[in-house]
């Protein structure tokens, strides 16, 4: 199974409600990212976790909180947010962080509008 | 810094026509570089990448590219345009950031094929 899985595919949300994103892979993966992509621009890194520990925090707002549970599941907690966070959220996984660069592999990301 | 430039937004060619996609990197060691589609409110797919094995990269569907160090390039090739090519082509290098791995995506080519 070399599949990254998230839900919901659309989310649409005011900007005093609280929602979550979730993203989910069984390949045994110990690294998984959170990437913000905006239309018509490249993904842009916002977190990452090895071994469900947060590693990389890109400056990302309080208002974006991220979870890793365990080494299956990475959760993005929303709150709070502005119409400018609409954008497709992105979450990828791979092999581990060291050792050599590992591919990524992503889901089909979340569609979030902001109201 | 690690860093990729796309050169050109936009590409059309007609189907059955040589599709060629420009990157050039930066890298002040030898870099991690990839090739990722992506298909309209899709997640990323790699399509190949290159780890120094062989200068010539093989990918799915067709694609391949060639790492070049004097011309600091990898651009992405494939002999005959399919309709089914039209997406986003994004170029990407790897690298480490606090001992983590971090991949930069390039600001992405949209590939437009022509009937």
């Known amino acids: 199974d070399t599949e990254v899985t998230q839900t919901p595919k659309h989310l649409v949300m005011g900007m005093t409600n609280k929602k979550s994103l979730k993203c989910e892979q069984h390949?045994?993966?110990?690294?998984m990212y959170w990437y913000k992509q905006k239309a018509k621009k490249p993904p842009e890194l916002m977190f990452v976790?090895?071994?469900?520990?947060?590693?990389i925090n890109e400056s990302v707002p309080s208002r974006f909180s991220p979870e890793c549970p365990n080494s299956s599941l990475l959760n993005l907690h929303l709150h709070a947010l502005q119409p400018e966070d609409s954008a497709l959220y992105l979450c990828?996984?791979?092999?581990?962080?060291?050792?050599?660069?590992?591919?990524?592999?992503f889901g089909p990301g979340t569609r979030l509008t902001v109201l | 810094a690690q860093s990729v430039t796309q050169l050109g937004s936009h590409v059309s060619v007609s189907e059955g026509a040589l599709v060629l996609l420009r990157c050039n990197y930066s890298?002040?060691?030898?870099?991690?570089l990839f090739w990722y589609v992506q298909y309209p409110n899709q997640g990323l797919q790699l399509l190949l990448k290159?780890?120094?094995?062989?200068?010539l990269v093989k990918g799915i569907n067709g694609f391949e590219a060639e790492f070049k160090k004097s011309e600091t390039s990898f651009h992405l090739t494939k002999p005959s345009a399919h309709m089914s090519d039209a997406a986003e082509y994004f170029c990407?290098?790897?690298?480490?950031?606090?001992?983590?791995?971090?991949?930069?995506f390039g600001t992405g080519t949209k590939l437009q094929v022509i009937p």
């Open positions: 890298s002040s060691v030898p870099p991690y």
């Open positions: 990407a290098v790897g690298g480490y950031s606090g001992g983590y791995q971090k991949v930069t």
């Open positions: 990828a996984s791979s092999q581990s962080t060291s050792g050599g660069l590992n591919e990524q592999f």
């Open positions: 976790y090895s071994y469900e520990k947060l590693s």
């Open positions: 390949m045994g993966h110990r690294a």
């Open positions: 290159y780890t120094s094995a062989a200068t």
